[in-house]
């Protein structure tokens, strides 16, 4: 079973604090991804990786970095959370092998609270 | 870009109904994947159905099956003999051989007892 995990479920955060949202995956898959979920507005992809050190903006980078140093691992920073940054936030991942690179698999989510 | 509709930001039908949700696409590609996503209240995303562009037949996966018609670029999803473990948020999504998801903006449906 493909496992994605995610460092937190909840998280309540102050204005212009970094937060650091860890997201882990346990089936050696290259890609991963975070989005950030709004009602209404659906997922968006906020920044994503194909491998190892890499990393390639999404729709809403703006606020945002990651970081992947293990393929395992990939991480999304908010440098100065702002108000705005309120949000579910999810990481999935998939492979790049023929025949199975087009599906994702999602992580729980971690709520953010900026206050 | 790649654009994905959902109509129907909420619906509600009685178990064992047949209920159908809407999805329309938009993009210049003619190589693409469909998807249906569930998330149950308060759990994880998980994948319900996929489609191939190129695959003329429509998927089906034991009670959820897709109407996908490429010309109209329509992927709406039929859900049979709904159960009570269908309530959920239902996403539509589209990828291209980038392997990025566009999502549509969900359909919130709930199956009444």
């Known amino acids: 079973d493909v496992k994605v995990t995610q460092s937190s479920r909840y998280l309540v955060k102050r204005t212009g604090e970094k937060v650091f949202l860890e997201c882990v995956q346990d089936?050696?898959?290259?890609?991963m991804f975070w989005y950030r979920q709004d009602p209404g507005l659906g997922l968006r992809l906020i920044y994503f990786s194909y491998d190892v050190k890499m990393k390639e903006k999404g729709d809403i980078p703006e606020g945002y970095s990651v970081s992947r140093e293990k393929k395992e691992r990939f991480s999304l920073i908010l440098e100065s959370a702002s108000t705005n940054q309120t949000s579910m936030y999810l990481c999935a991942s998939s492979s790049r092998l023929a025949g199975t690179r087009d599906t994702q698999y999602f992580g729980p989510g971690t709520r953010l609270t900026v206050l | 870009a790649q654009t994905v509709t959902q109509s129907q930001p909420e619906m509600s039908v009685q178990e064992a109904e047949t209920v159908t949700l809407s999805c329309t696409y938009d993009t210049s590609e003619n190589n693409y994947y469909l998807f249906w996503y569930k998330q149950p209240p308060s759990r994880q995303m998980i994948l319900v159905i996929r489609q191939e562009a190129y695959k003329q037949q429509n998927a089906t996966e034991n009670r959820f099956s897709v109407n996908f018609q490429k010309a109209a670029k329509s992927f709406s999803l039929k859900i049979s003999d709904s159960q009570l473990g269908d309530t959920a948020m239902y996403f539509c999504?589209?990828?291209?051989?980038?392997?990025?998801?566009?999502f549509g903006t969900g359909t919130r449906l709930t199956i009444i007892p």
């Open positions: 999504a589209f990828m291209i051989s980038n392997e990025k998801l566009t």
């Open positions: 089936m050696d898959h290259e890609n």
